[in-house]
């Protein structure tokens, strides 16, 4: 905002100020004298008690109704002081080229509004917070996708929710994360039914009933778990299938790039109990954690498949994250973190080294990353592993091996990185 712009709404702000003090200074004097008047004066005066009672509780209700006067009065003055100021504003102000504040010169839905203007707390300044005023959460991105935005936030409150999944996954990919929250009920399958009891759930497959399909191209599971059978590059191709390879992922016998949940388990001797794994597909490696008493949380995104609601019917937990979100854990809580494919090379360089520092960050002190088959080419591990080695990680484990699906020369990297207990 300009100078102008801050000394035109320092003034107003200064002027409403003075007025409004100068009101509840006159009207709380005149009733401290009332009260005074009330227990001071003769009973046998001018006045009976309760003619003066009910004069004193006619001037507060007269104070209620001029206080809420006075805060609407500010409220228009400061909504006249900020229209003003955006009128006036210099084109390279930080306002005036804000996506929120002109929303592409069209209206904002009504609902986005509601969500996203501050909310006034309903006892004012808490000192937890620091603020008398809450700012719900959207993502950086939201404010530039405004079509996209616009439609998702399209629905009528309290009824049924756009069948969209397609286009909300579209916005958190695109970096709108968080998304705005909605009042509306998210559609679910009209013969749903119970998961199946646990530990059965872990390795069978869930009833079709339990997924809402409208957003993928497969219908039902028989058609995902066949679809390892067909041409076509889909995101974890056979993950669907629990009698395929998932019925022996991390068990062994393990090579130099592929280590076992046992082996990593004992090297840490019983000391693993919570973890995370980061694009973990059906959370095959939560349910071998599970298996051993390790709770682990999956991150997993629907890539025209219902990833979450599998992870979920198998009894572990999914969370719904893109790789570019700040991981919603606190520091040094963490025992273990595991990624397997998705840390790689596709992912921006500095990108990559914001998320391999909050990597860092959530596990504790002794808390091991999994690195699991990184991949690159051979000449990009002069950029990744000096990368990697700036952390400050001890290596338990470290391998490199070749990976020769494609023509070009890649490789793998998996290692067991050792969150140190003290910094040097």
Partial sequence: MSSEGHAKRKAADGAMSAMTKFHFILLIMSTNLATLFLFTYPNNGPFGHEELIANLIQ???????????????????????????????????????????????????RELMEFISPKKLPRGYTPNIGSDTIYPSVGQACALLKDDLDQYMDYKPGELCPEDEVLAQKLLLRGCEPLPRRRCIPHTSPNYKEPYPFPQSMWTTPPNSSVVWTAY???????????????????????FDLQYREKSRWLGPGGSIDFTVDEVLALKKGTIRIGLDIGGGTATFAVRMRERNVTIVTTSMNFNGPFNNFIASRGVVPLYITITQRLPFFDNTLDIVHSMHVLSNWIPTRLLEFILYDIYRILRPGGVFWLDHFFCTEKETEIYVPMIANLGFRKLKWSVGSKNDRGAKEVYISALLEKPLQRD
């Fill in 217 to 239: 191209t497969c219908k039902d599971y028989a058609c995902l778990i066949d679809r390892k059978n067909h041409p076509g590059i889909e995101d974890c191709k056979d993950c």
């Fill in 59 to 109: 001037t507060r209700q007269e104070l209620m109704k001029v206080q809420a006067q006075l805060q609407i009065s500010r409220k228009l003055s400061e909504a006249i002081v900020s229209t003003k100021a955006l009128k006036s504003q210099d084109p390279n102000d930080d306002i005036a080229n804000d996506p929120w504040v002109h929303w592409g010169g069209g209206a904002m839905p």
